[in-house]
């Protein structure tokens, strides 16, 4: 904030003038605040977002009033600051108003998306439409109440200006000389303009295609998550020797504080197995891992590496935390093969090996596997009902038996010092180690005799699942896996794989769902469009109503489009995603864009119904608002630059929105500065043209 105030006194300088936006900051913020906690929404990190740029909107909004006041006052040397604000505030009000409500008609459509990707844009979209209307509320009121008490008229020839300002007032007015002669040029070869937009549209249209997609950016939150698979049956004595190996090798990788290992436990499929074990990877504090060599990419792929040479008995994965807590068990893609005709377990678990398999060839993906296994060795205990009859037994009786002591029993409960225990009965360990220790069961019959189990019962050794999952009620089979972040392939370009292997190798018994944050990818990806589309329906339709007219809507919007191409490509040079944070970039732009642009035809159409040509007024407007858009525009680009360069945790989101709207505000104003006023001559010599009017 202080380089936001810093850049408006260079631009304004004087102490006076730049306190107002000062003064506007925390009151709209605050305001803000207030309206969030009133309607009982949480502050994170989206709502803080928000804020950050909420704070480029106020000082555009305190700017407009104080720069017209100013110029009244410059204009007219006899009026008196009242008389300058008030002249000031029946300028300002119609584009004040016209473009805080253009805010909202992008924002307010956007908080009723449904779903998680809706959330996101809910907390965000809410927290900017407060933020405007506290804004615009605060331009109107408290911005001009200030001009009046606090504004000073400049006397000149009374001090000479430092010559720091002189420089830069020179310099100033030699750019708005070029400009003004740049925008003759440009409105005279007018189709070199629009030869120019047309190659960004489709540059645009290049960069939605080609730049990755993704959900939401995986965070470095601190800590990994590891998985430790021997073979099935392994004993958890075995399972615990692999498991410390694993740890002491990945204790040695930098980056890696401590680790926490949970044998006979997967997390994945959260049921229990002696073959498997969890592992919790604490990793050092963000201000020790700034290296790229310490990103928890480059940690997941040593410690894959590292783990893979020294272990031959276990297959070892590393995964990061999901973004999102509770969508998935660990980071990654999810996928749930479905049994749609209860096809053998052993065909179902081949046909998903061999999918597996082809996942694994494709450079889309890292690595993918289940620890679904078919293979497990087992005792299965047949009964004979006949011999249970010949002896005098009750069959229930028979199956209490191998519960109590293979399995457990509930007896009853009893309270001691003040808490309430549960009991239960099972055999010793050492009782129930081995298939003969079933000889030394017994149960009674209904003479009082004792029976032992074995003269009712046959065992054999057979193989089997250790866990059946079910998805949507049928069979299934997860499948878990990494996109291959080493070669720059993105989630959305390893749900796209997955979909084209799927179709090729499945039969047709065989189904496929998505999971977990994979679920929400695949939901959210056809949202974006949607959102774009009713966010400028919503605007246009707004701004057709406002000026009674359809070339208006276009003369502010033709430059959207190319505004995008500016927010992608600069995500692309910084090798970031086309994800959620980015697309809500691309819909504050949308509005910020629009902004700038009502306030340049605001201005024409002003100087064209005091009789200006099309021409004049075009350039005439543009130069009055030269610097004020330099103005504002620097210093919301100084604003957002804490999230272009935000590092720790969480900034990976950060960067991805930070960035889109850094690029696209730069594309917004080189389109708005030398655009907009082309637009405005053409759209509006076509109108007068077919309405023989003189005014838009």
Known sequence: MALVLLVVYFFLQSFRTTIIPAIAIPVSLIGTFALLLAMNFSINTLTLFGLILAIGIVVDDAIIVVENVEANLDKNPDISLKEATKSAMKEVFVPVISTTLVLLAVFIPVTFIPGISGSLYQQFATTIAFAVIISSINALTLSPALCATLLKRNKENTKEKNIIFRKFDLALEIFKAWYKKALQKLIKFWYIVVIVYMILLAGT???????????????????????????????????KMTSEKTVEI?????????????????????????SKATMFIVLNDWDERK????????IIETIKEKTNTKISNASIQAFNTPSIPGLSAVGGFEVKLQNLQKIPLKDFEKYSNEFIQKLNTDKAIMYAYTTFNSNYPQLYIDIKKDKVAA???????????????????????????????RIFIQADQNFRANENDISKFFVQNRDGKNIPLTSVLSIEKVSGTNTITHFNSYQ????????????????????????????????????????GMSLQEKEAGNAAMYIFALSLLMVFLFLAAQYESWMVPLMVMLPIPAVMFGALGANMFAGLLNNTYTQIGLVLLIGMSSKNAILIIEFAKDLRAQGQSIVDAAINASTLRLRAILMTIISFLLGILPLV??????????????????????????????????????LQELREKFSNKKEI
Not at 484 to 511: H, M, R, V, W
Not at 660 to 679: C, E, K, R
């Open 291 to 298: 290296t790229p060599n310490l990103s928890v990419k480059n």
């Open 645 to 682: 360069y935000a590092s720790g945790a969480g900034a990976a989101s950060r960067q991805s929105l930070g960035t889109a709207v850094f690029g696209g505000m730069v594309m917004s104003t080189i389109l708005t500065l030398l655009l907009t006023p082309v637009l405005f001559v053409l």
């Open 391 to 421: 002896l005098n037994l009750k069959l229930n009786d028979v199956f209490s038996v191998l519960q109590a002591y293979l399995g457990s029993l509930y007896v009853n409960d009893f309270n001691k010092f003040g808490k309430t225990y």
């Open 250 to 274: 990945i204790k040695e990788i930098d980056g890696v504080s401590d680790v926490l290992c949970i044998n006979g436990f997967s997390v994945i499929s959260g049921a229990l197995d002696s």
């Open 476 to 515: 299934s089979i997860a499948v878990n896996g990494l996109h291959n972040i080493k070669e720059g392939f993105s989630s959305g370009d390893a749900i796209t794989a997955i979909e084209k292997i799927a179709n090729e190798t499945l039969p047709q018994n065989i189904g496929y769902e998505f999971s």
């Open 205 to 239: 249209y290049f960069a939605f295609k080609v730049l990755p997609t993704g959900f939401i950016p995986d965070e470095d939150q601190g800590t990994l998550i590891g998985m430790v698979s021997l073979e099935a049956g392994t004993t958890l004595n075995k399972t």
